[in-house]
């Protein structure tokens, strides 16, 4: 009853707001619905979106065929966001929630044992000219592909080398800074000083800070760089080159502030980790193409007890590079291919190398808005491990 009484009392509100603010209306894609205040200084855009995914994996035998065929249905993403200004549109914010199991795993005594429903939620102010200060939980400026939104992407899902060196978000403050040297010649500058353990973490952070900088060059002019695929057909080259350097003093993860906590007999494992990215994006005519390295080291990335007896814990030192290229036709049919190669320390993590090789092809119904996509990856391991996996995906909106 209590249940009830309460989404009663929700729509309940959302009616008066409704009908006390000004609504514009909104095309597929753009918003469930856009408000704003009778006296223009609020507003509020809320939006809605779905990933339903299907994976199929089979292992490779010794007789160079393929077998123990696993299958998986899942909701791989259901998300809800609001974003608009507040009191002036210098000031901005977003809040985005994820409500998938897999949005939202990851409850654990450092979470206060509460899932992680909250992905984004940060205020953004233009305080002077073209600098924005940023305060909250988001994305950290890290690695191209992690930025780009799981709505935008080129093919069904990110590559190895986002799994194995990523960011993501954090909690803390940012400073973003644009300038031109030229007409078109434009650079983007964006500094992070953040908590070092990941998102919704509550508990676990022994004080050591993380510092992320990243420097982007579009010599050509400004355009979408973080919307996978040329949508657009850019009648003109467009090119984004960018570099990030990421610090994270006394972590205490594997992966940075990502990957499991390393735990001793005595507390947490600390060690200075180092991560460097290098990517860049080229679109032109419906031709786009994206490079990504990555490299991560550790002051001493083996955990060990009190006694210098190892935790079984390692940082996942080493390096990887992924290339993925695509074409779309004139009837919206795109065609992509990647290449992956993770090369992490053998010696120290006991992980072999691996390439992995990916087709794939969507169909932009409504742009990234609307779309279905499709791939199929060959994972190649130096141990013979050798996997094949399908994958279909479909993406809405609103």
């Not at 009484?5 to 469930?32: M, R, V």
């Not at 508990?203 to 919307?227: C, M, W």
Request: aromatic fraction near 12%.
């Amino acid at each position: 009853m209590k249940l009830k009484h309460t989404f009663l009392g929700l729509f309940l509100s959302i009616q008066c707001i409704s009908y006390a603010q000004e609504t514009k209306s909104s095309t597929f894609g753009n918003g469930l619905f856009n408000l704003i205040g009778k006296d223009s200084t609020w507003s509020m855009k809320a939006g809605l979106r779905m990933q339903f995914l299907t994976v199929a994996n089979w292992d490779k035998n010794i007789d160079g065929g393929f077998e123990n065929l696993q299958e998986n249905f899942s909701i791989r993403r259901a998300r809800v966001k609001f974003d608009g200004f507040a009191y002036s549109p210098k000031l901005k914010y977003k809040i985005e929630l994820g409500l998938s199991n897999r949005d939202i795993s990851g409850a654990s005594e450092f979470t206060s044992n509460s899932p992680r429903y909250i992905l984004d939620g940060v205020l953004m102010y233009n305080f002077y000219g073209n600098f924005e200060f940023w305060m909250g939980q988001t994305k950290l400026p890290g690695n191209m592909e992690r930025v780009i939104s799981s709505g935008n992407l080129q093919q069904v899902n990110r590559s190895l080398l986002n799994s194995k060196f990523t960011l993501d978000r954090d909690q803390g403050i940012q400073i973003r800074h644009h300038f031109k040297l030229s007409e078109k010649f434009l650079i983007k500058e964006k500094l992070a000083l953040s908590q070092g353990e990941g998102r919704n973490i509550t508990s676990g952070n022994l004080g050591g800070l993380q510092h992320t900088a990243r420097i982007e060059i579009f010599p050509f002019g400004d355009f979408k760089a973080y919307v996978a695929s040329d949508l657009k057909r850019n009648t003109s080259p467009k090119l984004m080159l960018a570099a990030t350097f990421d610090y994270n003093k006394d972590a205490v993860k594997t992966h940075s502030n990502q990957g499991s906590f390393m735990v001793t007999d005595i507390g947490f494992y600390e060690t200075d980790i180092n991560t460097i990215f290098v990517d860049a994006m080229f679109k032109y005519l419906g031709y786009s193409f994206m490079a990504e390295f990555a490299y991560r080291n550790a002051t001493d990335p083996i955990a060990i007890n009190s006694d210098g007896t190892p935790t079984g814990d390692i940082v996942q030192i080493g390096s990887g590079l992924n290339l993925q290229t695509g074409y779309l036709l004139s009837n919206n049919w795109e065609v992509s291919g990647r290449f992956t190669n993770i090369d992490l320390d053998e010696e120290i993590t006991g992980i072999s190398a691996q390439n992995q090789y990916t087709l794939g092809l969507s169909k932009y119904i409504v742009g990234h808005k609307l779309k279905v996509q499709t791939d199929l990856s060959y994972l190649s391991e130096t141990v013979d491990n050798d996997e094949l996996m399908w994958r279909l995906q479909v993406d809405i909106h609103f």
